[in-house]
């Protein structure tokens, strides 16, 4: 008998939250685990180099933007995704259902699959549950993600019950045709339906994946709905696998969905946020452009031991924004994917300690949609 | 006697180049030496971690652009420039002689100084000899620059000797409130003029600055004309002393300069190159979104032994600019700013092994101006 794939580690007394580590053949993975956003192959703003030397093991990446480009043929000569973007650590592809939402002008779903123009050059594309498997085969990903529909919020409930629907027949084809390497997850959907959840759930479980993510969430419902529908969710899904909480979501959200047993997550909230000038702090969020960062010379987080903190204060990174310059957005996105990386460590050691229960996320700031 | 601030180490036996030791307060620069730029007070997509790790030792700022943002206050309640960008080497600040050419629609130069709107909101500021003594002084800078008045190129030779009539008058100013703890730098102008940059130079040697820069060049002059500048100046400035030469420029045009015997160095090719996708390797100029690299699975230089070389290949960088993300220009800015530093490393290697003439610089390419 071989090692399962995860192993639990340790468990939360206070909570479902459990420490585990996933094994892939890129390495093992200690969850709680965030994986910082890669979607066209690069976290922007962050040096790989950077993700190794905190101990990141396992980036995000989208099977639907690389297909558009570089495209298959690139990656096949590169020798697959791993070596095309010279990441020797863990990968995990999704597998465009949410992609296929976000552009929901350009494509058509039916039954075989989901056919739509590239935003970039109109390039006419299909996408299949059998080709979302043979391209992530093919990549040489550690995790795929099944391919499903991933309805918008707000929606008829309608048409969440038809994305249940076609989803639940592009798990059982993605189960079916998978022939990589590495794991394979299935995706659950359902919006904020309970009952659409639950069955999803079961659709998803009996067919034997190897970890299940909570889909269709962080799609534009409100907060308190997301957390409440991870919760709900967690739970039905098989405790001796992992699970993964797809596109969520803060600081305090990996912390409140841990404690729903949740074990991975993704979220272009360090880098997105970053960029826009928005840094993340144990003491909540931080606008640096404010004004009343001008003559402040405290580092964005007084405990940070990130490259940034340990360096640069408040107002010099005000600064740098202020007058537009390149390194800005670099050093927030830097900062922000650290401080992510460092609150899911700290995550792991209370989970490890006993402690989770008196571990206090830290308070959420207001960050302007779109800001 | 106090040892003097610059020793020579070593002499090319081909060339009045020559390898030395600069002595700032903020540690030693070994000689010929490439400074970063950062205007600003960044060097735009590279940290400070990674300049340190290379043996970068000194980077240098603006006071012009300083002085308008963040503004003398804050650096002075940081504590001065280094504190304020968390930088511990040596800080060269030009005075602002070049900003004021390059804005020149929105400036006016009195016999007292000049007069500019800074062009983000139109402030009305007035720049001295006394004044940039004394914010560079303020601002705690390891190596200080006389005010000049830089001409444009092409200039009418009476432009040209008015700006050398007014530079020299301000070279004394300069020289005469200088209270600095650093070392105050005389500037050559004079054009294309041989005779105009005897002159300046005479004028400038007289005043026992601590060092020489070759100013007014790279201002739009042919690449050839710098060089026979530099050629025909730099012995005109006495040897005992360290020589700049401002703004230039490729890493054959360092290499020629050198061979002149020129000592220090600063050029915002390397990261506005790079943040455009032009990259320097040994074997010539890589324009990164060229359509041939598409498949080009070799780093940007074989040899080379920065991050991005050892990691990434030209196939991924290219489909990085191709898509746009944030990561390409940083990456591309990484490589070359470790290209000009690690060039100056083998050309100090060289002069001390005595090899320095058969050092062979790499081909320049073809950047398109302004590309």
Known sequence: MTEPAFRILARDPSSPARA???????????????LPVGTRGAVKG??????????????L??????MARPGREILRSAGGLHAFLGWTRAILTDSGGFQVMSLSSRRRITEEGVEFRTPEDGTK??????????LQSEFGVDIAMALDVCPPFPAERREVEEACRVSAAWAVRSRESWRGAGLLFGIVQGGTHEDLRRESARRTVDLAFDGHAIGGVAVGE??????????????????????????????????????????????????????????YTRTGE????????????SPLDAECSCPVCRRHSRAYLRHLFVVGDFSAPMLLSIHN????????????????????????????GNIPEGA
Do not use: Q
């Open 20 to 34: 585990a580590i996933l094994t892939t053949s890129h390495g093992a993975i200690e969850t709680p685990c965030f």
């Open 46 to 59: 962050v040096e790989f180099d950077r993700l190794e030397e905190w101990g990141c093991r396992a980036i």
């Open 61 to 66: 990446s989208n099977t639907y933007h690389l």
């Open 125 to 134: 594309n299909f996408l299949s549950p059998e080709l979302a498997m043979e």
């Open 222 to 279: 409100p907060k308190d709905s997301i957390r409440a529908v991870t919760a709900f969710t967690a739970p039905l899904l098989p405790e001796e696998k992992p699970r993964y909480l797809m596109g969520v979501g803060t600081p305090a959200d990996l912390l409140a969905s841990v404690r729903s047993g949740v074990d991975l997550f993704d979220c272009v909230l360090p880098t997105r946020h970053g960029r826009m000038g928005h840094a």
């Open 286 to 297: 931080v606008t640096i452009k404010h004004h009343r960062f001008r003559e402040d010379l």
């Open 337 to 364: 994917v650290f401080f992510y990386l460092d609150w899911m460590k700290r995550i792991r050691r209370a989970i490890g300690e006993g402690s989770l229960a008196a571990l206090a996320a830290p308070p959420e």
